[in-house]
């Protein structure tokens, strides 16, 4: 048995047993990456699929104009359902877009994005579809957890708060996301995120907006693995800025201007200068402090349309 919201519900594999057949997608955009894209090949190949009538498929969409991804895949084929598409065009956007289409061409039910840096649950893709399933869900993600294989710094960890199966979210991120095809209509990911990223943010919220059914599924599980230089503070300081500011500038691309966001920023901004003398270095409170600073900072500017430049390629 497993639980669902509180409640005691069927196994995965019985509750989805008698369902009508289904085809999945599975969809990996990469760039460069041969190396973590063969490790999540490998998990990918040992996922369980024991829903008698699903069927599903690996599509790996290559960002590299050099082809990066084409001996990856190769290697792979003969182990698992795996092709390859190119896409030369640089940006993430393009990606995403191309894994849409051609899901749709290959007439699949839904489609599963995973990044090529993580890993997924042996389980995930079938707790994605029971959470799918029981709650008549177009958008479902899960929790994307780290993994460290060092000495991680305290100040690191993430204390994120405890959703129920089936509650509604009101973003999710392509790291771990099922889209039910049927539902998209004509929405495609926005090329104004191309390089910067956020385009998922904005993308789950245009859906949302639309009336989309988006939930969380909480044992849907995918990890990251994080190296020693992923825990530098500067490192982090810079992403948590990145991050705030363009989901930030995603979501009011969706909402319109929200004065909120900005108030919001602007006092995480002084709740962090008020309490930074307070905050010794190099402890973990001056460092939760600073990033709490950098928070507030990407939202503010995020509120009124301001982002900063960069790869999201070459930053993820």
């Given at each position: 048995m497993?639980e669902?919201d509180?409640a005691?519900?069927?196994?995965i594999a019985l509750r989805?047993a008698?369902?009508r057949s289904?085809?999945?997608?599975?969809?990996?955009?990469t760039?460069?990456?041969p190396e973590k894209l063969?490790?999540?090949l490998n998990?990918?190949?040992?996922?369980?699929?024991?829903?008698?009538?699903l069927?599903?498929e690996i599509?790996?969409v290559d960002?590299d104009?050099?082809?990066?991804?084409?001996?990856?895949?190769a290697?792979?084929?003969?182990?698992m359902?795996?092709?390859?598409l190119?896409?030369?065009?640089?940006g993430?956007?393009?990606?995403?877009?191309?894994?849409?289409?051609a899901?749709i061409?290959r007439?699949?039910?839904?489609?599963?994005?995973?990044d090529?840096?993580?890993?997924p649950?042996s389980a995930?893709?079938?707790?994605?579809?029971d959470?799918a399933t029981?709650f008549a869900?177009d958008?479902?993600t899960?929790p994307?957890v780290?993994?460290?294989?060092?000495?991680?710094?305290?100040?690191?960890?993430?204390n994120?708060r405890?959703?129920k199966?089936?509650?509604p979210v009101?973003e999710?991120?392509?790291?771990?996301?099922l889209i039910?095809?049927?539902a998209?209509?004509?929405?495609?990911?926005d090329?104004?995120?191309?390089?910067?990223?956020?385009e998922?943010?904005?993308f789950?919220?245009?859906?949302?907006a639309?009336g989309?059914?988006?939930v969380?599924?909480p044992?849907a599980?995918?990890?990251?693995?994080?190296?020693?230089?992923e825990?530098?503070?500067?490192r982090?300081?810079?992403?948590?800025?990145?991050?705030?500011n363009?989901?930030?500038v995603a979501?009011?691309?969706?909402e319109?201007?929200n004065?909120?966001?900005t108030?919001k920023g602007l006092?995480?901004?002084a709740?962090?200068l008020?309490?930074?003398?307070?905050?010794?270095?190099?402890?973990r409170?001056f460092h939760?402090t600073?990033l709490r600073?950098?928070s507030?900072a990407?939202?503010a500017?995020?509120?009124?349309?301001w982002?900063?430049p960069g790869?999201w390629?070459?930053?993820n």
């Open positions: 497993s669902i509180g005691r519900q069927p196994s989805l008698d369902s289904l085809h999945v997608v599975i969809a990996v955009a760039y460069r990456r063969a490790v999540l998990y990918l190949e040992r996922l369980e699929l024991t829903r008698p009538a069927t599903t599509l790996v960002n104009d050099r082809c990066s991804a084409a001996p990856v895949v290697a792979a084929e003969s182990a359902t795996v092709s390859l190119s896409e030369p065009r640089r993430v956007v393009h990606a995403r877009n191309a894994a849409l289409e899901a061409v007439k699949a039910d839904y489609l599963a994005f995973i090529d840096d993580d890993y649950d995930w893709l079938l707790r994605l579809l959470t029981t869900a958008l479902v899960g994307v780290n993994v460290f294989d060092f000495d991680a710094p305290s100040w690191l960890a993430t994120e405890t959703r199966g089936g509650e009101a999710a991120y392509t790291c771990n996301l039910r095809l049927a998209l209509g004509q929405t495609r990911f090329e104004a995120f191309n390089v910067t990223g956020g998922d943010v904005e789950t919220r245009r859906l949302i639309g989309a059914n988006a969380w599924s044992r599980v995918v990890y990251t693995p994080r190296i020693p230089a825990a530098e503070f500067r982090v300081a810079r992403q948590t800025y990145r991050g705030c363009i989901g930030t979501r009011t691309k969706v319109g201007g004065v909120w966001l108030v006092l995480l901004m709740w962090a008020i309490t930074m003398p307070a905050a010794v270095w190099p402890t409170s939760r600073v600073f950098m507030g990407g939202i500017r995020g509120a009124i349309g982002s900063n790869s390629w070459e930053d």
